[in-house]
């Protein structure tokens, strides 16, 4: 095993890392604010995605267009799901919430194979974004590593943005206790839409990025990245930013190192190593790399 | 004991649902048979996972893995000896040359399934609330993942066909009646309210010396055991298994159909797979004939989602029909937690 | 009385019940069951044969039907989904079906073709391509396509022979019996002409990130001259485009799971270069029947026929149709004999024979390349 060969493995999970980073980071935020389990988010995702083939592919509009389309049709699309859907029942048990958004998904995955059919569709990107550069004797696409400045911009931002403005202590606010944010006169409905709406356009984006490294776009593909989301949440400790980067990163790296260097005949138990250790990460931390641990109370 | 209301009330029902199993084994097609076996299996899965996840408060999303346990051991069991050998060679001996009939496949199935989650429980139901979810969604991947890549045990993915027809109305009805009247004993016995109280408050209940470790793990097994003996009338009714089988999706779909229900209440969870089953049936037609695929689904997600934001408890919350409920519990309902303010932190 | 909506289930199931079929008349068309996944993973193959089902019944009718009854399709969506194809199975056989066909995949088929033999109705699979079906199911499945062995043998030896292939590794969809039985057949092929298989990697079905096996295959040296990839369509064009992006050359060779405009759209025009595949023969024949369905199927659909299981589902129509005119009667177990003695049946995909042991089509296969995206038949492969 040459040293390149081992830097392109890691390279290789930095980018699949890079991508559910940045979709379990909405996921994340969602559960932090209003302690919801949104399944929903893998098909923001997917939306995402086919806006990005509109506008590229059909209108032939140019790249920025379709950066700006992705990240506001993103946005609107979960407020409007948090309006129809969730708003009404804030009060509901949990597991109503997790179940809402898994008939939204359905209901979005059906949509989606109603008009747009099922088939699978090319999804490409312009060609400078699908280049190669050589880094020490690996290669990386321009895509690829737009795609980890961009993650790790975003992430820097997003962070920035929660500690140092007034909206984003609203949402700190918000999700620390509810009644006790609204007493104190935070608008925490407010609070809330700016939280689907930032993790809607980081879906929205996260499929972007996803459909053109894939290259294959199609009405199901939302939730295969959902649920990557959903465990490198989980391995983060659901709620916390950073610790939504840490899941992600490390489920990237796991996934490709596990099938890079196990023999090749392991490859396909690649899924259940992946499940083991998460298991294992969340037995010796019950809540997670970075989530709090849920106070008992009487 | 003194014939009471309630025992009336359960003798007809059990009358009209073994009325409609002879009339059905007697007069109805195939298909419409078949259709009636998977919403009584569904009714068995989901009145289990409302025991297990409704009653305790357990979140798990592991049904389909014990399902497939359940599924895989019954079906080797009963697999016809002289086709085993080569089909599966990588048996034991002794296995190769049995040919079980359908009960005591089905039981071990049951038993099996209940032993993994005993075992898979140990660690895993220290977890809590999504923690525990993702914890069991990883083990249907995981046994997906083994059972696919035991080649001579299970065929891999190829997965196991020719399986004897076995199941009949009788049986999974038969079943269902077991599953319910088991899980209805322990709701309404002091397990049940030591479940209850768990789940409203996991502390409290501790303090008044509930022994919850042992209590959930027992719940959890016991839903694993139904849903073991569930993959196993499934198995023998369609006759063919692979690691496909039982989806993420069906997980899914179980807790659809408990939360619809009302978690905690049997009855209730019964009911919401029953419609379930018939109405994706019943719409199948309309779909065809319109030429919209996709549609039955659709209408599903709208009424799902339309269902809770109306009726957020489900059909029932967590109680019954107050004519099937025995008298000291008809006054009173339990709580449900949505109208409890409680917050986890 | 909360009875009441029990009884009135019960009561509505017992009407439903008893409902009679009615006597056939006459003129009351005959019916064939169409079990095809319009939805789900699955759809790209089983749409078109079902399209291609649709315009061969349409084109029997309009010329007067068979034993001067219309052929009637009842058509099931199965959704990509066991439990829903045997439901399928199960309420096709209920409603008085004289055959059924469908579904691309074989644990589809072993899903749905079991209820047709229990029921004493044949089953012919328009695509799924394992040669032990007709075995598994009984005496009632028929296939409309070859073997597994057969494609897998044609390119082994096409490699081998003309493009010159010596060393090859293998990637293989572990989740999927189709593309392990065609893997399987493949390296015992390569390996009997004196080939040597590499080394083997593996993915699972939905895999969107081939990145960690594209690494390995880049440090294997020196390189090999192809790498075979047994997949389905949803992976075919994916992997193509992945491993072009990373700018390795080698040739990809594979099988029908490849017979998709996707290994060509995905990658796109730059990229989709150098792939070979064996798949259903239509395309370079020059037989009439051939070039006469490709028109027709313009006429009707308004694009050329997406792949080639588009004519299969069209020479299932075919081979049902034939059956029932064979055995001047609709009964089941008439078609099921007359279908078995099938001989030199003029389908699209390569005249079809029931003459082997394993009841499995001697068919000819297709070797298609892929340069700059675009489709040609290289060559015709025979069984011996």
């Known amino acids: ?146 795609t980890v400045v961009i993650t790790l911009v975003v992430l820097a931002g997003l962070t920035l943005f929660v500690r140092g403005t007034r909206l984003g ?83 990237g790296f796991a996934e490709v190192l596990f099938v890079g260097l196990m023999p090749p005949a392991y490859g396909s138990y690649r899924d259940a190593f992946v499940f083991g250790l998460l298991i294992l990460i969340l037995l010796i931390m019950p809540n997670g790399l970075m989530g709090r641990a849920a106070e008992e109370r009487a | 004991m003194s014939l009471q209301r309630h025992h009336l009330a359960w003798g007809l029902l059990a009358a009209a649902v073994v009325a409609l199993v002879a009339f059905a084994e007697a007069r109805l097609s195939g298909y419409e048979r078949t259709v009636m076996g998977f919403a009584g299996i569904y009714a068995m899965l989901a009145i289990s996972l409302s025991f297990s996840n409704g009653l305790t408060g ?24 002289n086709r085993k050998g080569f089909m599966l060679p990588a048996l034991p001996e002794w296995m190769a040359t049995l040919e079980w009939s359908l009960f005591p496949a089905t039981l071990a199935g049951g038993v099996a399934a209940a032993a993994v989650a005993v075992i898979a429980g140990f660690p895993v139901l220290r977890l809590r609330g999504h923690y525990l979810a993702v914890a069991t969604l990883g083990l249907i991947i995981i046994l997906r993942v083994v059972i696919n890549n035991a080649d001579g045990v299970t065929r891999g993915a190829l997965g196991l066909n020719g399986i004897p027809r076995h199941t009949d109305l009788w049986w999974i009805f038969g079943w269902l009646a077991l599953c319910l009247f088991v ?74 159909m408990v939360v619809v229900g009302g978690s905690g209440s049997l009855i209730g969870a019964a009911i919401a797979a029953v419609a379930i089953t018939f109405l994706s049936e019943a719409l199948r037609p309309v779909e065809q004939a319109v030429g919209a695929y996709g549609l039955v689904q659709i209408v599903i997600a709208v009424l799902l989602i339309a269902m809770l934001l109306l009726r957020p408890q489900g059909l029932f919350a967590s109680a019954e029909p107050a004519l099937l409920r025995p008298a000291p519990f008809r006054a009173r309902r339990p709580r449900h937690p949505s109208q409890v303010e409680k917050r986890e932190v | 009385m909360r009875f009441s909506s029990v009884l009135m289930a019960a009561s509505a199931l017992a009407l439903l019940g008893s409902v009679v079929p009615s006597q056939s008349e006459a003129q009351e068309p005959i019916r064939v069951a169409a079990l095809s996944a319009l939805t789900g993973g699955m759809s790209s193959l089983d749409g078109p044969s079902l399209k291609g089902a649709e315009l061969h019944v349409d084109q029997i009718n309009e010329e007067g039907g068979v034993l001067g009854r219309p052929l009637e399709l009842v058509v099931f969506d199965t959704r990509t989904d066991q439990q829903v194809t045997a439901t399928a199975a199960q309420e096709a056989v209920s409603s008085g079906v004289v055959a059924g066909f469908g579904q691309s995949d074989t644990t589809f088929v072993m899903a749905a073709a079991p209820t047709f033999q229990d029921a004493g109705i044949p089953f012919i699979t328009s695509g799924a391509t394992h040669p032990m079906l007709p075995t598994w199911v009984g005496d009632h499945m028929f296939m409309a396509a070859f073997g597994d062995d057969d494609q897998s043998y044609a390119i082994a030896d096409y490699a081998y022979d003309t493009l010159g292939h010596r060393r090859v590794y293998v990637w293989t969809d572990n989740s999927m019996d189709f593309t392990r039985a065609l893997t399987a057949f493949f390296k015992e092929r390569f390996e009997e002409r004196g080939g040597e298989i590499i080394d083997e990697d593996f993915f699972m079905m939905g895999d969107t990130d081939f990145s960690a096996q594209i690494a390995r295959l880049e440090a294997v040296d020196p390189a090999p001259d192809a790498v075979f990839i047994s997949a389905i369509p949803s992976e075919a064009g994916l992997s193509v485009r992945q491993i072009r992006e990373a700018g390795i050359e080698m040739d990809i060779i594979s099988g029908d799971g490849f017979d998709t ?46 792949n080639s299981f588009a004519p299969l589902g069209y020479d299932a129509i075919g081979l049902i149709a034939n059956a029932i005119e064979q055995a001047g009667s609709d009964d089941p177990a008439a078609v099921r004999d007359a279908l078995a003695e099938t001989r030199d049946y003029p389908a699209v995909t390569g005249t079809i024979s029931y003459t082997r042991e394993n009841m499995v089509p001697p068919k000819p296969v297709s070797i298609i390349s892929v340069h700059s995206a675009e489709f040609t038949v290289e060559d015709i492969w025979r069984p011996e």
């Open chain 3, 261 to 306: 405009e996707l290994v060509a759209s995905v990658p796109g025009p730059d990229l989709a270069n150098d792939v070979y595949f064996s798949t259903h023969t239509y395309l370079a024949d020059d037989r009439p029947e051939v070039q006469a369905f490709i028109d027709a199927y313009e006429a009707k659909f308004g694009h050329a026929p997406e």
């Open chain 1, 169 to 251: 202590i609203g949402m700190r606010a918000t999700a620390e206790n509810p009644t006790a944010a609204r007493l104190m006169g935070i608008r925490v409905n407010r609070a809330i839409a700016t939280a689907f709406a930032l993790g809607g356009a980081l879906a929205g984006l996260a499929g972007l990025l996803y459909a053109g490294r894939a290259g294959q776009i199609h009405p199901l593909m939302g939730f295969v990245p959902g649920l990557k989301a959903f465990v490198a949440a989980v391995i983060g400790g659901v709620g916390s930013l950073v610790g939504a980067v840490l899941g992600g990163y490390l489920l």
């Open chain 2, 58 to 81: 357990l979140f798990s999303l592991g049904h389909p893995a014990f399902m497939m346990v359940g599924g895989y051991v019954a079906a080797i069991l009963t697999f016809p000896a």
């Open chain 2, 183 to 256: 899980c209805w004993r322990l709701k309404y016995s002091s397990v049940g309210r030591s479940l209850l109280a768990i789940r409203e408050n996991e502390m409290a209940a501790a303090c008044m010396g509930v022994p919850r470790a042992r209590a959930k793990l027992a719940a959890f097994a016991l839903g694993a055991f139904f849903a073991g003996v569930g993959g196993a009338l499934w198995a023998h009714l369609l006759t063919n298994l692979t690691p496909g089988s039982f989806s993420i999706t069906l997980a899914f779909m179980l807790v659809v």
């Open chain 1, 1 to 146: 095993m040459t040293s390149s060969y081992l830097l392109q493995q890691v390279l290789n999970g930095l980018v699949l890392g890079s991508v559910y980073a940045l979709a379990a980071v909405g996921f994340s935020m969602i559960y932090g604010i209003v302690r919801l389990i949104n399944f929903a988010h893998g098909d923001v995702l997917m939306v995402g995605a086919f806006t990005a083939f509109g506008i590229l592919l059909v209108f032939g509009f140019p790249l920025w267009a379709a950066v700006l389309a992705v990240l506001t049709i993103g946005a609107i699309l979960a407020m409007l799901i948090d309006l129809v859907a969730f708003r009404p029942q804030r009060n509901a048990p949990q597991v109503n919430g997790f179940i809402t958004s898994l008939g939204v998904s359905i209901l979005m995955q059906n949509l989606g194979i109603l008009l747009l059919s099922g088939r699978p569709r090319p999804f490409n990107l312009p060609d400078w974004l699908r280049s190669n550069l050589e880094i020490a004797g690996a290669r990386m696409t321009v895509l690829e590593v737009v």
